[in-house]
T-cell receptor, first 113, second 113 residues
Framework: DAMVIQNPRYQVTQFGKPVTLSCSQT?????MYWYQQKSSQAPKLLFH???????NEADTPDNFQSRRPNTSFCFLDIRSPGLGDAAMYLC????????????FGPGTRLLVL | QKEVEQNSGPLSVPEGAIASLNCTYS??????FFWYRQYSGKSPELIMS??SNGDKEDGRFTAQLNKASQYVSLLIRDSQPSDSATYLC?????????????WGLGTSLAVNP
């Protein structure tokens, strides 16, 4: 089945220790998104790629970076995690069509000690 | 300011009843509307998408869109305990190559056996 896969599902890191979260998709969608979601809050868009075109949200901290080496994979790098970065990180994809339904992976739960 | 508003709930209904979830949005340009279901600790799952005024039915779910009044609703018939979750309303803006969804905070639904 075509799907969005995120690894790892749970990640524990230490304060200030860099961490990388990964996302892969078999949907062949052009657009990939990274969201941060904290408890009882709406998903917060960090950035998205339209093909290789990177689009950063104005309020995304510099501590967050992303890479998309090919259509199938996208990575979220947190250079120096702080306690406030503990959250669920969601990867989503959508096709190029204008109406842009987004399909989510299972998420990665990040804990910062 | 583009906003999507939902009642946070919790909305509590007995098993077998109709659950009615509402969402209002502020931007008249909005064209695509989505309902996602999110179980605690899980990622959002697409329930319905709707693009034109009127009703759209899929099984026990009916989405209703009224662009003049700027609201979209989700009806769940014959509610089941497994429907207990947070329901997120999301609105997409286009044209303009805007590939971002604007999210509501979600309505928590509890279906009581």
């Amino acid at each position: 089945d075509a799907m969005v896969i995120q690894n790892p599902r749970y990640q524990v890191t230490q304060f200030g220790k860099p961490v990388t979260l990964s996302c892969s998709q078999t949907l062949n969608h052009n657009v990939m998104y990274w969201y941060q979601q904290k408890s009882s809050q709406a998903p917060k868009l960090l950035f998205h790629y339209y093909d290789k075109d990177f689009n950063n949200e104005a309020d995304t901290p510099d501590n967050f970076q992303s890479r998309r080496p090919n259509t199938s994979f996208c990575f979220l790098d947190i250079r120096s995690p702080g306690l406030g970065d503990a959250a669920m990180y969601l990867c989503a994809t959508s096709p190029q069509a204008p109406q842009e339904t987004q399909y989510f992976g299972p998420g990665t739960r990040l804990l910062v000690l | 300011q583009k906003e999507v508003e939902q009642n946070s709930g919790p909305l509590s209904v007995p098993e077998g009843a109709i659950a009615s979830l509402n969402c209002t949005y502020s931007d008249r340009v909005s064209q695509s509307f989505f309902w996602y279901r999110q179980y605690s600790g899980k990622s959002p799952e697409l329930i319905m998408s709707i693009y034109s005024n009127g009703d759209k039915e899929d099984g026990r779910f009916t989405a209703q869109l009224n662009k003049a009044s700027q609201y979209v609703s989700l009806l769940i018939r014959d509610s089941q305990p497994s429907d207990s979750a947070t329901y997120l309303c999301a609105v997409n803006l286009y044209p303009g190559n805007n590939r971002k969804l604007i999210w509501g905070l979600g309505t928590s639904l509890a279906v009581n056996p």
